[in-house]
């Protein structure tokens, strides 16, 4: 059974903090790890991430996957009040034959909240 | 465009009685999923559509039907509700270019809470 894990489950930041949230995870016939920010109603796309060790960015986050080692980081540098949220990490495998019909396996979240 | 659309936002069930959740999507997607979320936790997969008229189980598919008569539409059908189904509730949609393979983004809509009394 495939299996997403997320620490820490909550962190409390002041503004300006820089945060790291880690996804660890076992899957089999691996094929993409997803990071999804929710804000009290639907998730909403992050990055998603193939190939070890390529960092992908957007403005003040940052991701990065280590397939050897089967997790992932997920970094906000200068943290705002509006990054206070469920930051959700899931997994796609292939199956036997290689489809995957993106089918997420998720951890159960990170809760951020930034201070003023 | 509306995205992926639910209906209801929200919804108090009796146990034993039964529900159908609307999932509608505008964006021509092919992909469509059901997730459910219990508090405190990430989501499920409850079932899945690859395309009109092709539906499968997810990981917790018990006390759920699906049908996909068309692109658009993809309800998921609740029987016979228990306490167990108090949850919320988060309809999906992705386009693939080709058979097997799905793009990176997931589209959700804005959820049903469901309680189950």
């Known amino acids: 059974e495939d299996k997403v894990v997320q620490s820490p489950l909550s962190l409390v930041v002041h503004e300006g903090d820089t945060v790291t949230l880690n996804c660890s995870y076992e899957v089999t016939n691996f094929r993409s790890l997803l990071w999804y920010k929710q804000e009290k109603k639907a998730p909403t796309f992050l990055f998603m991430l193939?190939?070890?060790?390529i960092e992908k960015k957007s403005g003040r986050l940052s991701s990065i996957l280590d397939k050897k080692e089967l997790f992932s980081i997920l970094n906000i540098t200068a943290t705002q009040t509006g990054d206070s949220a469920v930051y959700l990490c899931?997994?796609?495998?292939?199956?036997?034959?290689?489809?995957?019909?993106?089918?997420?396996?998720f951890g159960q979240g990170t809760i951020l909240t930034v201070h003023p | 465009n509306a995205g992926v659309t639910q209906t209801p936002k929200f919804r108090i069930l009796k146990i034993g009685q039964s529900m159908t959740l609307q999932c509608t999507q505008d964006?021509?997607?092919?992909?469509m999923y059901w997730y459910r979320q219990d508090p405190g936790m990430g989501l499920k997969l409850i079932y899945y559509?690859?395309?009109?008229?092709?539906?499968d189980k997810g990981e917790v598919p018990n006390g759920y039907n699906v049908s996909r008569s068309t692109t658009e539409d993809f309800p998921l059908r609740l029987e016979l509700a228990a306490p167990s189904q108090t949850s919320v509730y988060f309809c999906?949609?992705?386009?693939?270019?080709?058979?097997?393979?799905?793009?990176?983004?997931?589209?959700f809509g804005p959820g049903t809470r469901l309680t189950v009394l």
């Open positions: 193939t190939s070890s060790g």
């Open positions: 964006m021509n997607h092919n992909y």
């Open positions: 559509s690859v395309g009109a008229g092709i539906t």
């Open positions: 999906a949609s992705s386009y693939s270019l080709a058979s097997g393979r799905s793009t990176d983004t997931q589209y």
């Open positions: 899931a997994v796609e495998a292939k199956s036997a034959g290689g489809t995957s019909y993106g089918k997420l396996t």
